[in-house]
């Protein structure tokens, strides 16, 4: 098991109170999973990424435990994890190839970022250019600064520095939301094959797009308003979901051979509760179809099969 | 402003020290300035007393060389000095608002021929202008001195407006006021204009300093208004009349201070309102 | 209806303008009577300054814009407000349509104060809360509301109901849906078919190929600000010719089906400007010929056309 996450509850402080975004959850990672996890926004996916990672306020850590390689995490000590940060568990934070220092040659920015770890640029520069051979890159992109290169080409050395220190675990935040479709496609697939090689053990993918999940997760994992829905291995969650917002989500998403004259679709009615103050229970019961007075209690997580994770009282 | 955003506004504004020192500041010589020349016994200018006589109850802040009350001095050129930073902040500010918006919502030939003429209003050394102007008028107030220092005061602002401008100008509210057929004067001050309102404020505040510094400045090289008093005034003659050599510091003192203490007051205020608006600034 | 004929934009940029950098060139496309075109396009292929250019919000280099056998170029004053009677435009983002410190029905007031300051206050009111229901809104709940209080659907129908509030005939719809969340785009979109049905024409600009094959019946597809193929929707996704028509629904994630091992075509950030086909850079099949001329656009089946030397 490379990741273990356990009741992990993280709130954003706010001036009218706390936002309850993630409330316990629970799931593990495997050895080279790559894992899917898909929601609206707001549902607490990149909640999710961060708390791991970079817990730092206005979100507060409340309580639950993460455990990599058999280690817990202290992630409420933004010092301590420093430790652990890009040398066992990266991340890759949505708009990272924005937030790239304008003024800095991506070689200079690479190497002081490995250099305040205290590894030396020159001795980690022959792994760095084979990487960026791998990745479709020309070693000239050292000596170019951000902004002469494109969005897809920024993506790919943020996923290049990202994993050099071969982590276990990385987390990537909407990586491909901001890109074209053929890039996207690119990216996505660089990722795996990152996975095949060994850079990195596992991978946690977060995109509100499901579609690309089921193109490169071995399973997928759906979030709704800060609680896990249902996680699965990507067919069983694609084609046979347990969850009824699961099921909907998948049923309004259009895809290419189905026209509206044909076959309409339709969304889901009503909008995500407030995380300020959410019902309680479960917190997709205003929505749901087939909700009944059980759900104003928070369904368990239970495995229902081998590897499907279910959060729905009408499983029992 | 939504009522939410209001509160929300005014909760950060009361927790702000920079903003509660600085407009408190503010405030005691405002009220100074219009109460004062009532409480003051005598002409500003009248000759009262025995010569350079030191504070005393009599006469709160002391004499002058020529035995005038300096308090009463005082109090009328702190009220020349608001006066100053009134019209010359609004004129400023005014014309700074007037060329921003029409340069940065225009754009194109209109916004680089007003942007040559920022500039070149910009890089003329204003107070030398104000100096040659000033020695052609023999007979000049408080008025024709706060004109003169707004009309050269607005580029900066101009510049500022007009950046910010040119950002919100692209903002897809106003291509949709723009497809609603709205004209242009309507959709800068009904739609972008009110979005700047706390730059707006921002701007006018170190235009009305500016006018109140480079008045002190103007007034302090004799080139100030020749019918009445103001702080700068009183310090020009007590630098002519050895005030300083003489030990009369109670002729130069207060003035300075409260030029000093007025401008560094805006200027604070200033610091404190940009963090209550920028959220990024906030402490929570 | 809407006919582009030969339309382009280019910018000039640096000193004195001395670079040019085209953002749209030679575009010829009609959107007919009652039709919902897609206008399909990476980030960057210009698809959206041809929205723009048609609500008259960027200014045309050359070529011309004809609504109905008027050129809409020259419309001025009062002639260029009929035109906004009855073109109208939503955007991407919800949230930034909305001036952040006003409530959102003050895009209504806006209407009536620019198009129908003679109605009656009371009839008007009547008539925004008609509109309202239309798009599947509840007057009394999103009414008197300040933008962030409601959602990105929402608003999105607001703006909807406003455009309907005019007497509107073409509506260019600029990734009206990309940024709400999977489970409300749908109905949006919806209401656009619904809007086509009662006889709307719709300019449908999108990144997303699914929604435009949803919605569409016919697509143009757009690079670098060239049309490199169009035609009825059927015929340019089932059939597609062009080699980059070819590559983006490759590309497409879908959930009933993997994407293919095929060669990686990354671009390497060269853009330098060719005298011939804007595609051939990433091009997997271009051949020298390709660099020498601009490839026209040619009909190769009744309404699909292509413009690639190698089809």
């Not at chain 1, 996680?231 to 189905?258: D, N």
């Not at chain 3, 959930?255 to 853009?271: I, M, N, P």
Request: hydrophobic letters at 45%.
């Amino acid at each position: 098991m490379t990741l273990q996450v356990e009741n992990l509850t993280l709130y954003y402080q706010t001036l009218r109170g706390d936002a309850r975004a993630l409330e316990d959850a629970t799931f593990k990672m495997a050895d080279g999973e790559i894992m899917g996890v898909a929601g609206e926004s707001g549902c607490g996916k990149t909640t999710l990424g961060h708390g791991i990672v970079l817990l730092k306020p206005p979100m507060k850590f409340v309580r639950g435990r993460v455990v990599l390689d058999g280690e817990e995490l202290p992630i409420w000590d933004m010092e301590r994890m420093r430790e652990y940060r890009f040398r066992k568990i990266s991340i890759i934070p949505q708009y990272a190839m924005n937030a790239l220092n304008p003024i800095r040659k991506i070689g200079t920015m690479i190497g002081e970022v490995v250099r305040s770890r205290g590894i030396d640029y020159g001795a980690i520069l022959p792994e760095l250019k084979r990487r960026l051979d791998l990745v479709g890159l020309s070693h000239d992109v050292l000596k170019m600064y951000p902004i002469e290169l494109s969005g897809g080409m920024k993506q790919r050395v943020v996923l290049v520095l990202s994993t050099l220190l071969n982590p276990s675990v990385l987390i990537a935040d909407e990586i491909t939301s901001a890109l074209d479709v053929s890039t996207q496609k690119a990216v996505m697939e660089m990722l795996v094959e990152f996975r095949d090689r060994g850079f990195v053990k596992s991978i946690m993918v977060i995109t509100h797009d499901i579609s690309i999940l089921y193109q490169v997760a071995d399973s997928i994992m759906v979030m709704y308003a800060g609680q896990l829905s249902e996680k699965g291995p990507t067919e069983v969650i694609i084609h046979r979901p347990r969850h009824p917002y699961t099921k909907m989500l998948i049923g309004s998403l259009p895809k290419v051979g189905v026209r509206y004259a044909e076959t309409r679709l339709s969304g889901i009615p009503g909008s995500p509760p407030v995380l300020l103050d959410p019902p309680p229970g479960c917190r997709f019961q205003d929505r749901c179809p087939v909700a009944f007075e059980k759900c104003r209690d928070v369904p368990p997580f239970l495995e229902i099969e081998p590897g499907h994770f279910v959060a729905c009282w009408r499983e029992y | 402003m939504g009522l939410k955003a209001r509160s929300e506004f005014l909760y950060f504004a009361w927790r702000n020290k920079k903003l509660r020192v600085g407009l408190a500041i503010i405030l005691f010589f405002a009220l100074m300035a219009i109460f004062g020349p009532f409480l003051a016994k005598y002409p500003p200018n009248e000759y009262v007393e025995v010569a350079a006589f030191p504070p005393s109850r009599e006469h709160w802040f002391g004499t002058t060389i020529f035995g005038q009350d300096v308090f009463s001095q005082f109090v009328h050129g702190l009220r020349a000095t608001f006066i100053v930073g009134l019209i010359g902040g609004t004129i400023g500010t005014l014309l700074g608002i007037l060329i921003g918006f029409t340069a940065g919502y225009r754009g194109g030939m209109v916004d680089e021929i007003l942007n040559m003429i920022t500039n070149i209003v910009l890089i003329i050394p204003t107070l030398a202008v104000l100096i040659i102007i000033a020695a052609y008028l023999t007979v000049r107030g408080i008025l024709t001195e706060s004109i003169f220092i707004g009309l050269t005061a607005w580029p900066w602002a101009a510049r500022a407006i007009r950046a910010q401008t040119f950002s919100l100008r692209v903002r897809e509210y106003v291509d949709m006021a723009r497809i609603s057929g709205m004209k242009s004067w309507r959709i800068i001050f009904g739609e972008i204009a009110p979005n700047m309102m706390s730059y707006l404020l921002l701007v006018y505040i170190l235009q009305f300093g500016g006018a109140v510094l480079n008045a002190a400045a103007l007034d302090f090289i004799g080139l100030g208004p020749t019918d009445t008093v103001s702080l700068g005034l009183m310090m020009n003659y007590a630098l002519l009349w050895a005030a300083l050599p003489l030990k009369i510091w109670w002729w130069f003192v207060p003035p300075g201070a409260a030029i000093m203490a007025i401008v560094g007051a805006l200027y604070v205020t200033n610091v404190g309102l940009d963090e209550v608006f920028n959220p990024k600034l906030r402490e929570l | 209806m809407m006919r582009l004929d030969r339309v382009s934009k280019i910018y000039r940029v640096g000193a004195f303008g001395a670079r040019k950098l085209p953002a749209v060139c030679d575009v010829s496309f009609d959107v007919r009577g009652g039709e919902v075109v897609s206008l399909i396009g990476e980030s960057g292929s210009g698809k959206s300054t041809i929205g723009k250019m048609i609500l008259r919000l960027i200014s045309i280099t050359s070529g011309k814009i004809w609504f109905n056998d008027m050129d809409i170029s020259t419309l001025k004053g009062n002639a260029l407000k009929e035109y906004y009677r009855r073109v109208q435009g939503v955007f991407q983002d919800p949230f930034g349509s909305y001036n952040p410190i006003f409530k959102a029905d003050r895009i209504f007031q806006i209407v009536r104060r620019e198009f129908y300051p003679h109605i009656p206050q009371a009839d008007w009111d009547e008539k925004v809360e008609r509109t309202l229901t239309s798009v599947g809104l509840n007057p009394q709940q999103v009414l008197n509301k300040f933008p962030h209080q409601l959602s990105g659907g929402q608003l999105q129908r607001f703006l909807i109901a406003r455009a309907l509030l005019l007497d509107i005939e073409f509506l260019v719809a600029d990734e009206i849906i990309s940024m709400l969340d999977a489970s409300t785009r749908i109905d949006v979109l919806n209401l656009l078919a619904d809007l086509k049905a009662r006889g709307l024409s719709i300019l449908f600009i999108t990144h997303d190929l699914s929604l435009g094959y949803y919605i569409s019946e016919r697509a143009v597809i757009l690079y670098c600000g060239r049309i490199m193929e169009m035609g009825r929707t059927e015929s340019v996704f089932s059939n597609p010719i062009h080699p980059y028509t070819q590559l983006l629904m490759d590309s497409v994630p879908r959930l009933d089906q993997k994407w293919a091992k095929t060669v990686r075509s990354v671009e390497d950030g060269d853009k330098a400007h060719l005298a011939g086909c804007v595609y051939y850079p990433r091009c997997s099949k271009g051949t020298p010929e390709c660099t020498k001329a601009i490839p026209p656009l040619v009909e190769v089946a009744p309404d699909h056309w292509v413009a690639c030397h190698r089809w």
